[in-house]
Structures are given as C-alpha cells and as structure tokens.
C-alpha cells in the first residue's frame, strides 16, 4: 500500500467550482492543453480480472496543482501509442496520488489492464462539471449508484466524511449485479462506521460469501428515511436504474431540481470540439457529466419524471 499523502497547498475548505478547468465555447485554448502529463502507476489494486484501481503519480510535481479536480470530474487517460479514454478521478480530492478506477471493455482500456506498478500512462484533465457538494451543505445527501456507477461518486463521499459537520445524514444505496463487482467495499465500510450514515450494498446475484441484501438497488429505498424537504440527491449508474430510482423519489416528495445525474457518453476531445460526446444540445464532456437531472430527464424517455 502506498500511504495517501495529504496535499499541503490545498487548504481545509475548498468550494466546488472555485477550481478545475471549465473551456469557454469559442475561448483559444492552450497548445499545451491537450497534451497529457506523464504520470506512474504506483499502486494497482484488481478486483477480479475486469476491474482495477490504479493510483497514479503525476511525474512532474511542478505539473500537479493543475490536477486539482473537484468530486465528479474526469480525466482523459492515455494509453501510449494506443488512444484516451475518458475515467472519473475516484480518489478523495486531498490525496496527492489520483486514482482511476477502470473497467477492461475494449481497445484502450484492455491495454491500460496490462499495465502494472512501475508503467506510465498520459492525463489530461480535470474536466467537466462535479458535485454540487456546496449546495448540498448542511443538507441530507442521498447518493445512489449501480456497478461501477460508484467511480464517480466516492471522491465526493470522501470529501463529505473529511467534512462531516456540513452534512446533515448520508445515506449510500449502492447495488451490483454480481457480488464480485462490488469495488472499494473496503472505503463502503469505513463510511458504514460513521455516525447518522446509512450504507446500503445489494447483489442481483450474489455468491455464498455475500452478507447484505439481495436485489436491485431501489429496493433499498425501504431502508432510509428521507426528509424531502433537506434532501440532495446524486445519482450514477445505469439509465434504468436512475429512472426507476426517480420514480420513487418523486413519490417521495424529492423536488427533481435537488436530484443529480451523472452521464456518460463517447469522448475524444473532452473540451467540448468534437461534438462526440452530445446530448441532444449537451455536451456531457464540458456541460457535464453531472447534470442536473430535470435537464436531461427527456433523454431518458417518456415519463421520465
Ligand atoms: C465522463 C466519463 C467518465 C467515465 N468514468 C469511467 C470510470 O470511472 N471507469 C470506467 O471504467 N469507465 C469510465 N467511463 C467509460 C470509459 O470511458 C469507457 O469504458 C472507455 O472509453 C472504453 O474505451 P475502450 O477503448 O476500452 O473501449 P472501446 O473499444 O472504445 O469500446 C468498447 C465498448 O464500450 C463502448 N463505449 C466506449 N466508450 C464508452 C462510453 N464513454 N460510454 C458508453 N459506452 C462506451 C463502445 O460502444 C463499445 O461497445 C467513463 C466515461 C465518461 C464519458
Ligand atoms: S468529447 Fe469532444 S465535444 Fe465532448
């Protein structure tokens, strides 16, 4: 293990959208820009054979602070000779290592899976649009997500745990398929040891070893109490599970403006020039990923709220 370093230039408190990179439509943008930085696997953590957590070393110190993220935002990471890919930053946002958890589906990310301690790789980024952690201050925070769904999200349950008095209660529903998708559940287990938390795990397929329930993640919405009225919602994981997780919160009396999705689409550009990553008149790479839900609720079709 790699002990996290704790970055000494970040102060205590920090806002979301104080810093990372936001592009301008029709500003220049910088030769350098959209050049990755080379950085070094220092710790690679595999969960079964598909799924791997690598925290990454910037190898230029003086290149780091412009990889200042804020929870929800991404980075484009280059396999050499091979392409990019677009990963969420799933570490917490004070550690000095990022960590990008990855799931092998094709051509780049098959690549970057037979990477190891000691390999480099290319990244650019921060970019897109994170959490609306400071809104969600004083608050209850509901945060629901579905396989690896959760990347995205636990660099912001961090960030809420390292500042806990700003938070009213944090419940966590997290479901996957099978019991060997379930990823970090060591970081599951600390946030369950905190108090007015309540962590939620579900299998649709569990194997022996599994202890927490069985089924599909809005099951567990009969565990937690939500208080309509002080709730913040973040969501991330596949369509249907977002639209049936909103069905049941707008019975709940979840106003949707307090609901937010996180997106995904193709990418190459990732600064919003290539058009690749479009929602209808959204960019998901620069607008997002994380969306306010009634923004992109037509995209998840009729009845969606
Ligand atoms: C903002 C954002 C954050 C993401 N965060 C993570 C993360 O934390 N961890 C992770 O494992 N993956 C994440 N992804 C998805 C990741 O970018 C894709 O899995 C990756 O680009 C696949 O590249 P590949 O070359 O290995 O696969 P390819 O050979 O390009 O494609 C393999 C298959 O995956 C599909 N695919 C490719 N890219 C995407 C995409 N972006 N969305 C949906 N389907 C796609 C293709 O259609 C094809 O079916 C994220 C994507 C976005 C847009
Ligand atoms: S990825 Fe190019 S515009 Fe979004």
Redesign the pocket.
């Known amino acids: 293990m790699v002990p996290a370093r704790h970055r000494s230039h970040r102060g205590g408190e920090s806002h979301p959208g104080d810093d990372g990179v936001s592009v301008t439509p029709g500003a220049p943008i910088a030769a350098g820009y959209l050049v990755p930085e080379p950085a070094q696997i220092v710790e690679r953590d595999s969960y079964g054979p598909g799924i791997h957590a690598y925290r990454l070393r910037i190898c230029d110190p003086a290149a780091r602070p412009r990889f200042d993220f804020m929870p929800g935002q991404?980075n484009m990471v280059y396999a050499p000779g091979v392409?990019e890919?677009?990963?969420?930053i799933?570490s917490d946002p004070e550690d000095e290592d990022l960590e990008?958890?990855?799931?092998?589906?094709?051509?780049?990310?098959?690549v970057i899976g037979r990477l190891d301690v000691g390999d480099f790789v290319g990244l650019r980024g921060p970019y897109?649009v994170g959490w609306p952690l400071h809104e969600a201050r004083w608050k209850d925070v509901l945060v629901i997500t579905g396989g690896?769904g959760c990347?995205?999200v636990t660099g912001a349950i961090d960030y809420m745990f390292r500042r806990r008095a700003n938070y009213g209660r944090i419940s966590i529903l997290h479901g996957v398929k099978k019991s060997e998708d379930l990823v970090h559940r060591d970081r599951f287990e600390a946030w369950r040891r905190h108090p007015d938390t309540y962590v939620g795990l579900t299998s649709d397929e569990p194997d022996r070893a599994w202890r927490d329930r069985i089924g599909v993640v809005t099951e567990l919405f009969e565990e937690v109490d939500i208080d309509p009225g002080r709730t913040v919602v973040f969501m991330c994981g596949p369509g249907v599970m977002m639209r049936y997780a909103v069905a049941i919160l707008r019975r709940r009396g979840v106003p949707v403006e307090r609901i937010y999705a996180s997106m995904?689409?193709?990418?190459k550009c990732a600064v919003g020039l290539c058009g690749h990553?479009q929602l209808g008149g959204e960019f998901?790479c620069k607008d997002g990923?994380i969306f306010p839900y009634a923004r992109i609720a037509k995209f998840f079709g009729p009845g969606a709220l």
């Open positions: 991404f392409g890919v677009a990963i969420s799933s990008h958890t990855i799931r092998i589906v094709g051509r780049t990310t098959q897109g690896l990347a995205p995904e689409r193709n990418m990553c998901v990923p």
